[in-house]
């Protein structure tokens, strides 16, 4: 059964690291493991997608469905290797290392493992505690997919408005549902594993996507705060949607920075910048509001700020956005009634809500004690990483500055959004804060992780006045 | 110079000490005693062994309604115990959409057993139901009574 499990989530993610491989246009070896990780949340984005309108077109419950995705994948395969077929594989592994950069490696090697660890030792025990994890999993998530699989031709049920939310997203559980369609059978182990690739993923993602744009020790250690996040990883294994949504801020983020600051010549990571960006959108609402921030603020400081423009730019970053685009169009313009947190009364209630001082104060004193609160760890893990970006910043490079802006604008938009939220919010504002705080933060946590891991020196640049054998030729940062 | 390369580097080492030291931490604290052994016997998994058995003898879609201690007069209930049971049949029940309530072609009926052998029968005459399989001492499967 193992086997199938895997083989279940095994398609998704070659159709995503096939997207991605063709759209780095670089030798695939190149950054391997980057795409390994973008690949699996892409892949699982789109075959939602294409889950979603098939079911709309048939209905959920046929395997033929399979057929569409192997289309897909061939289709998308045979373009790699036409391309790969003309690329020139390059030298992939670093020159040879010094003594003290061997050490250092090692030492954040063992640092990142025992993260590691000790994040699969939670993650695998609370999943066995607790297979069909908490509340918000198997009274939305789950519940929903259990419609979409049991269903038939009457799946639509799942978003009827006799049922509690009917207008969230349905990634994950599509997602969930076309794993137990490919097994033939209601598998928990399937939500698990669901749930374990995008917190497992986020790490990696992280990890290597800092590896790439800075350093790997960087990576590693970007990586290990990440996994030693304890309440991350616990909010990954209770099976909710936030971890997911927090990947795929992660990879919109992370792909809008590449994009920007390498686009020249390689129009394809605009499509994948977009298209990380619109599956945000596709998980949950909150994520709504990250797809139109992510949107505008990579385009506009694209257009403001790179002085040579690269003129498709602007077009592939919509072509990626498309599919997610229309697949979330059509469920929330056609099929889902309207969210109730954005439905608070005319516009005179909203503007008495956001002229009332005491809102403010209720905000600032709930969301900073849950902000200190946020991460498991003995002290406020928060203020810690500020602190030490502080100590370690490093202005980044001339040519790297826009990218930079992109992304802080990015996450400070989605934080500001989800203040006004707050104040607008047409339930008691205290007790919708204490529900779903620890939530939002989780889900621009690892983005967050990433803009202050671009902003901070690298290890190497650390250790290298004191030992300079450390300094590597890959360093960006001033 | 030299002091804040210094400085730079004992911050770096002891975030990346606290970091790892405060993920061992979390995990001993969160899971380091936890008995794996009881498996599968999660409220629930319980729970939803138990609804699901059900599922063969129901419309394969559509709203059922759904009764429980909480919709007896005068019947002293915990507020919270109701509502869990009533989500987790939910969960355990689709593609079928719970509603609670006896207006309904058919509804599942969820009573505690508390020995009182006029219970059931007292419901079933205040709603006007009749049962059509009685899966255990607890749940039904019910009707509108119509003779």
Request: one cysteine or more; proline letters at 5%.
């Amino acid at each position: 059964m193992m086997v199938q499990l895997l083989l279940s989530f095994l398609l998704p993610w070659l159709i995503g690291l096939s997207l991605v491989i063709l759209c780095f246009r670089e030798s695939f070896l190149e950054h391997f493991i980057l795409k390994v990780f973008l690949g699996l949340g892409l892949g699982v984005g789109i075959t939602s997608s294409l889950y979603f309108f098939f079911s709309l077109v048939f209905d959920p419950s046929r395997s033929s469905y399979f057929l569409v995705e192997g289309l897909v994948l061939v289709s998308i395969l045979i373009l790699t290797i036409c391309d790969q077929s003309t690329r020139k594989h390059s030298k992939i592994f670093p020159a040879r290392l010094s003594t003290q950069q061997i050490i250092l490696m090692v030492f954040m090697a063992v640092c990142f493992i025992i993260s590691l660890w000790t994040a699969a030792d939670v993650f695998s025990k609370y999943t066995i505690i607790e297979p069909h994890g908490r509340y918000d999993a198997w009274a939305i998530w789950n519940y929903r997919a259990r419609f979409i699989y049991r269903g038939g031709v009457h799946w639509l049920d799942a978003i009827s408005p006799l049922q509690f939310h009917p207008d969230y997203p349905l990634l994950t559980p599509l997602s969930i549902s076309r794993a137990w369609l490919f097994m033939n059978d209601e598998v928990q182990k399937a939500v698990i594993l669901l749930a374990g690739l995008f917190t497992f993923g986020s790490i990696g993602l992280i990890s290597a996507a800092i590896g790439k744009i800075k350093s790997l020790s960087h990576g590693m250690l970007a990586g290990l705060l990440l996994a030693g996040t304890g309440m991350y990883i616990y909010n990954g294994a209770i099976l909710f949607a936030d971890v997911p949504q927090s990947f795929f801020v992660l990879s919109a983020v992370v792909m809008a920075y590449i994009a920007i600051t390498e686009s020249t010549g390689k129009p394809g990571l605009a499509i994948l910048a977009g298209l990380s960006a619109g599956y945000a959108g596709w998980v949950k609402n909150e994520g709504l509001m990250f797809f139109a921030v992510a949107a505008v603020v990579t385009l506009a400081v694209y257009l403001i700020s790179i002085k040579n423009k690269n003129k498709p730019f602007v077009w592939n970053y919509l072509a990626g956005m498309a599919l997610p685009l229309l697949t979330v169009l059509y469920f929330k313009a056609i099929l889902s009634p309207q969210n109730d947190l954005i439905n608070p009364g005319n516009l005179s209630t909203i503007f008495e809500k956001i002229i009332e001082s005491q809102r403010y104060e209720v905000l600032a004193r709930e969301g900073l004690s849950y902000l200190l609160a946020f991460g498991g760890w003995s002290a406020p893990v928060i203020i810690i990483l500020v602190v030490f970006a502080v100590i370690a910043y490093s202005s980044p490079l001339p040519q790297k500055k826009v990218g930079v802006r992109a992304v802080i604008l990015m996450v400070l938009f989605q934080a500001a959004g989800y203040i006004i939220i707050y104040l607008i919010t047409p339930f008691d504002l205290t007790l919708h804060i204490r529900q779903s705080i620890l939530r939002l933060i989780i889900h621009i946590y690892p983005a967050f992780l990433f803009v202050l891991f671009l902003l901070m020196k690298t290890p190497e640049q650390i250790l290298s006045p004191l030992f300079p054998a450390l300094f590597l030729e890959k360093e960006e940062s001033g | 110079m030299l002091f804040r390369n210094l400085v730079l580097l004992a911050a770096f080492v002891t975030l990346l000490i606290y970091a790892t030291w405060n993920a061992l931490a979390y995990r001993n604290r969160m899971v380091g005693g936890a008995d794996t052994s009881d498996a599968g016997n999660d409220m629930v998994s319980t729970w939803d062994r138990r609804m699901r058995k059900m599922l063969p003898d129901l419309p394969d879609h559509g709203v059922v309604g759904y009764l429980a201690d909480w919709d007896i007069p005068g019947y002293a209930y915990g507020h919270t115990d109701q509502t869990v049971e009533y989500l987790l049949s939910q969960y355990a029940l689709p593609p079928l959409t719970l509603q609670r309530g006896a207006n309904y072609p058919i509804i599942i009926g969820n009573f505690s057993d508390t020995g009182d052998k006029e219970k059931i029968p007292a419901i079933l005459e205040h709603f006007n139901l009749r049962i059509v399989k009685e899966h255990t001492n607890e749940i039904f499967i019910l009707e509108a009574d119509t003779e």
